[in-house]
């Protein structure tokens, strides 16, 4: 099973790189018009995400602690919450958003960004936009449920296939 691992793990990392190197020779130079719409749906779609998320696992606990600490001064730790850190918060992940918007300008122009940006102010897109963090998290633990016994025949035959061809498997 360990080497079933190791080549899916190669598989996995092999396909990453073909993705990177696909996309940057894809990639168009974007117009400032494009870039301005890439950040707005960097904002849209990938912001309040990613924050949520950095916020769930470092900054939520911090505030907790705080308020565990200082017994009646809830009150205090939540406007230092959302006075001091939530706006420098806000200021560290711009080079995140940034580099998503970078993204988004140099892969699609800017009909397209502004079609996008249009489809997440509609009814649907909103919906979508709001659904779209628990449908990712269910659909991942469902990916977690089945590849494995999925990707256990595929892998299988291609170690099977390798030693048909005389290639050594390596062990661990």
């Known amino acids: 099973m360990g080497v ?8 996995a990392g092999l396909c990453m790189v073909i ?17 301005e719409l ?11 995400d990613l924050m949520q998320q ?12 705080l308020k565990a600490a200082n017994p009646g001064r809830e009150a205090d730790v939540d406007a230092l919450f959302e006075h001091t850190l939530l706006p420098d ?15 988004y300008a140099a892969r699609f122009t800017e009909a397209e960004l502004a079609a ?7 009814p649907a897109g909103a919906k979508m936009l709001k659904e779209m963090p ?5 659909g991942r633990a469902r990916a977690q449920a089945v590849l494995p016994q999925a990707l256990g025949p595929v892998l299988g035959n291609f170690v099977t296939a390798c030693k048909g061809k005389g290639l050594t498997i390596p062990q661990g």
Not at 116 to 122: K, V
Request: no cysteine; glycine share 8%; charged share 15%.
């Open 89 to 103: 918060f806000r200021k560290a992940m711009a080079p995140v958003i940034d580099g998503y918007a970078q993204a």
């Open 19 to 35: 993705m990177m190197w696909a996309g940057s020779g894809l990639a168009q130079s974007p117009t400032p018009k494009a870039l």
């Open 134 to 138: 628990g449908l990712q998290q269910r």
């Open 54 to 65: 950095v916020l769930g696992a470092t900054v939520q606990p911090l505030t907790f602690n």
């Open 116 to 122: 996008i940006l249009a489809f997440y102010d509609s």
């Open 38 to 48: 890439a950040r707005a749906l960097a904002d849209r779609v990938n912001a309040d």
């Open 4 to 11: 079933r691992k190791e080549i899916a793990a190669g598989v």
